[in-house]
């Protein structure tokens, strides 16, 4: 059983090298995709591994991810990101726990502890190791994810003694500048990732009267979704957002609708 490390990088010299070191005698290949690096960053990767891919950069993660998986030819690809690093025990445990997975398991999360200016800030749960079937695929141009919901969900799990680090730095007081959110979901509208983020940031700043903006611009709900936003249902009712509620509602049943016709439709991808 093989492992493929993947990664896609920019300007990434800072973090790079540590996150290649913590990883390399574990992995059987590390297979990095450049954006379009004009700092190091190719010259660090090269310390490690020969396997590394020019791609032009087009404003879209998922298509850069895509890319990166089809250079991989290891049994499972580990996602990892350059300001991403495992340490020594839990590398070492994820080896040892991949060589007795069953066959039948195709996606597995671990968790992702972020740190903040070196402290422990919160542990996310996180899908970041795959099979390597030619079946999963990253979807939306930003917070992108893997799409593998068609798939028999038995196929997955979590594996939750392995973890690894994650230096994290907001880019605003909690959680981001939320006019460039605004900006990169007007521009993917499906994306419920970043709807999901932007709603949330209107209930924490007490700005109700924008959560219909966003509501009735999601052009459906992922199914993966579908749970985080029906929680919303309860958090509108208890605020008296009778309106933001209702629109909600219209939004998940249409949601449950295309959804069963788009995966109806790609039942041949399932593995």
Not at 71 to 78: C, F, R, S, T, V
Not at 203 to 227: A, M, T
Request: some cysteine; glycine content about 2%; overall charge positive.
């Amino acid at each position: 059983m093989k492992i493929s490390a993947c990664l896609i990088v920019k300007n990434e010299e800072k973090y790079l090298d540590r996150c290649l070191n913590s990883i390399y005698k574990y992995v059987d290949e590390i297979i990095v995709t450049d954006t379009g690096s004009t700092d190091s960053t190719i010259k660090i990767a090269k310390k490690y591994t020969n396997n590394i891919y020019n791609f032009e950069w087009i404003n879209d993660f998922s298509l850069a991810r895509n890319f990166c998986e089809t250079q991989a030819i290891g049994d499972y690809i580990l996602w990892i990101d350059a300001d991403e690093y495992f340490d020594k025990e839990n590398i070492s445990r994820l080896k040892n726990n991949l060589k007795n997975i069953s066959n039948s398991v195709l996606f597995i999360h671990i968790f992702i502890i972020n740190l903040v200016s070196g402290k422990y800030y919160n542990t996310e749960e996180k899908l970041r190791i795959v099979k390597n079937n030619n079946w999963s695929k990253w979807i939306w141009k930003t917070h992108e994810i893997i799409d593998y919901y068609s798939n028999n969900q038995s196929t997955t799990m979590t594996l939750s003694d392995i973890s690894f680090y994650h230096t994290y730095t907001p880019k605003w007081k909690k959680w981001y500048d939320i006019n460039s959110y605004i900006e990169l979901f007007d521009k993917d509208k499906n994306n419920s990732n970043l709807a999901l983020d932007i709603i949330k940031y209107y209930i924490y700043e007490k700005e109700f009267h924008l959560i219909n903006n966003i509501i009735n611009n999601i052009g459906y709900i992922h199914p993966l979704f579908i749970r985080k936003f029906t929680n919303f249902l309860e958090i509108f009712n208890n605020l008296g957002l009778k309106k933001e509620k209702y629109n909600l509602e219209l939004l998940l049943k249409k949601s449950l609708i295309i959804n069963k016709n788009i995966y109806k439709q790609n039942e041949n991808l399932r593995y």
